[in-house]
């Protein structure tokens, strides 16, 4: 069962599609849902990839989603808009936010919204790219569960709260951000778990009285360390206002993460469209952008590297690698999904 871990995107796709629909997500929904995990993958960042998608099948048999709600605009004024998701599929509703802020961006230059009541959307940057291939400039960001102190303390009181941020390029591969305010996502130390590591790298986490540890046992029962101490605090303090405080919905620790079940999450998702036009001709804008990102780059390496790169270029360069020798999945995530498709009787894909 743990020899099949290496699959086409394709391969992939379906078969995650196929467990979605086995969970109860209608047959024209589970792709949408099945993109960004797939995406992640194929891009190297596994913490987000289908390792989540047993989550996603508990918080479907839970209740704690609503497969087939859509949401609703409860306001819209100028460039904003405040969304309630209604517990509906998080890639479902964000596609719809998504689409929302890429249509006032074109009516106002800039679109802004703010949604409650979701639930987990995967990784943020998926959602970035998805504004940035409008030719916008794509920022997501989105609150979670209290797993992380806030500088200083040791109860949790803020999420990793992702931020991510996506420059669009005529050759399709802009600069993109794509980070926890957390030093690492939790995803990080539940893949770590799975490939049955004992030890994590210094600054990932912390024990239950807020001191450093490198254990993984003693990791998983403590917290995240917020990324850089207070100036992470203070990034998913920022995250928390954006989403939690501006959207009206939960917040700290009303809030649910994928791992918690029998109530809904509620976290809170925030989309931000930036036309370049209203600033600048986009072709000046590109060439700009390639000149910056040329400067950076040409920066002597330190020593110990070979190259100076930017946010964006390993995902690029694992998404390269994937689509040509296929996607591995480690033993213990597989082993994971294969359960869960022997559950649902779902036959697992050829290798």
């Given at each position: 069962?743990?020899?099949?871990?290496v699959l086409t995107?394709?391969?992939?796709?379906?078969?995650?599609?196929?467990?979605?629909?086995?969970?109860?997500?209608p047959?024209?929904?589970?792709?949408?849902?099945?993109a960004?995990m797939?995406?992640?993958?194929?891009?190297?960042?596994?913490?987000?990839?289908?390792q989540l998608?047993?989550?996603?099948?508990?918080?479907?048999?839970a209740?704690?989603v609503?497969?087939r709600?859509?949401g609703?605009?409860?306001s819209?004024?100028?460039?904003?808009?405040?969304?309630?998701s209604?517990?509906?599929l998080?890639?479902?509703?964000?596609?719809?936010?998504?689409?929302?802020a890429?249509?006032?961006?074109?009516?106002?230059?800039?679109?802004m919204?703010?949604?409650r009541?979701a639930?987990h959307?995967?990784?943020?940057?998926?959602?970035?790219?998805?504004?940035?291939?409008?030719?916008?400039?794509?920022?997501a960001?989105c609150d979670?569960?209290?797993?992380i102190?806030?500088?200083?303390?040791?109860?949790g009181?803020l999420?990793?709260?992702?931020?991510s941020?996506a420059?669009?390029?005529?050759?399709?591969?802009?600069?993109?951000?794509?980070?926890a305010?957390?030093?690492v996502?939790?995803g990080?130390l539940?893949?770590?778990m799975?490939e049955?590591?004992?030890s994590?790298?210094?600054?990932?986490?912390?024990?239950?009285?807020?001191?450093?540890?490198t254990?993984?046992?003693?990791?998983l029962?403590?917290?995240?360390?917020p990324?850089?101490?207070?100036?992470?605090?203070g990034?998913g303090?920022?995250v928390?206002?954006l989403?939690?405080?501006?959207?009206g919905?939960a917040?700290?620790?009303e809030i649910?993460?994928?791992?918690q079940?029998?109530r809904?999450?509620?976290v809170?998702?925030a989309?931000?469209?930036v036309?370049?036009?209203?600033?600048?001709?986009?072709?000046?804008?590109?060439?700009?952008?390639?000149r910056?990102?040329a400067?950076v780059k040409?920066?002597?390496?330190?020593?110990?590297y070979?190259e100076?790169?930017?946010a964006?270029?390993?995902?690029?360069r694992a998404?390269?690698q994937?689509?040509r020798?296929?996607?591995p999945?480690a033993?213990?995530?597989?082993?994971e999904?294969?359960?869960?498709?022997?559950?649902?009787k779902?036959?697992?894909p050829?290798?």
């Open positions: 069962m743990t020899d099949c871990i995107e394709a391969a992939l796709r379906d078969f995650t599609e196929r467990i979605l629909e086995a969970a109860g997500v047959r024209d929904r589970a792709g949408k849902v099945a960004p797939v995406a992640a993958n194929l891009r190297g960042i596994d913490s987000h990839g289908v998608l047993p989550h996603y099948v508990d918080q479907l048999e209740g704690d609503e497969p709600a859509e609703r605009v409860i819209e004024s100028g460039a904003c808009l405040l969304y309630d209604q517990y509906g998080g890639a479902i509703t964000s596609e719809i936010c998504c689409g929302h890429v249509r006032l961006a074109g009516e106002h230059g800039l679109g919204v703010v949604a009541e639930t959307f995967g990784a943020a940057g998926f959602w970035a790219q998805k504004i940035s291939q409008a030719g916008l400039i794509g920022m960001l979670a569960s209290a797993a102190p806030p500088w200083q303390a040791k109860e009181r999420g990793t709260n992702p931020i941020m420059v669009p390029h005529p050759g399709g591969r802009g600069w993109l951000l794509d980070m305010t957390s030093t996502s939790y990080r539940e893949k770590a799975l049955r590591r004992e994590v790298p210094a600054g990932w986490a912390m024990d239950r009285e807020g001191r450093p540890t254990d993984l046992a003693t990791a029962k403590g917290f995240l360390m990324l850089g101490g207070y100036k992470g605090s990034l303090l920022m928390e206002i989403c939690g405080v501006l959207s919905g917040m700290s620790r649910r993460g994928i791992r079940h029998g809904h999450s509620r809170n998702h989309f931000l469209a036309e370049v036009a209203r600033f600048l001709p986009p072709e000046e804008f590109y060439a700009r952008m390639d910056l990102i400067e040409s920066a002597a390496a330190a020593a110990g070979d100076v790169l930017v964006g270029d390993p995902e690029w998404e390269e994937r689509r020798n296929g996607i999945i033993a213990g995530p597989w082993e999904l294969a359960r869960t498709a022997e559950r649902l779902v036959a697992l050829d290798c």
